[in-house]
């Protein structure tokens, strides 16, 4: 019953900006507020990675190639976390997927940056 639902991919030109949300449904809200949630991507014949990271006393992470232009954040009332996604570049093409603690995923959404 546990469910997250990412939104706002779509197609961007380079230099451009999203905002990715990821609504979910079925989980406590001390669940949402302690746990760690993160966002990955995952483009064609690569691996999945870990982009950014949000704990339960909103300490942040982020992989080296977004630091500096994507923001995550969340809202605890709302249980819904974000991904500001600034100056983006073409190799920021992927399926975004959202995480909840260790155990539930979102289904993805897409988000293809042109040239």
């Known amino acids: 019953q546990v469910q997250l639902v990412e939104s706002g991919g779509g197609l961007v030109q380079a230099g451009g900006s999203l905002r990715l949300s990821c609504a979910t449904s079925?989980?406590?809200?001390?669940?949402?507020?302690?746990?760690?949630m993160a966002w990955h991507r995952q483009a064609p014949g690569k691996q999945r990675e870990l982009v950014a990271s949000i704990t339960g006393i909103e300490g942040v992470n982020y992989s080296d190639s977004v630091k500096g232009r994507f923001t995550i954040s969340k809202d605890n009332a709302k249980k819904i976390v974000y991904l500001q996604m600034n100056s983006l570049h073409p190799e920021d093409t992927a399926v975004y997927y959202c995480?909840?603690?260790?155990?539930?995923w979102g289904q993805g959404t897409q988000v293809t940056v042109s040239s």
């Open positions: 079925g989980i406590s809200g001390i669940f949402f507020r302690l746990t760690t």
């Open positions: 995480q909840g603690g260790d155990n539930y």
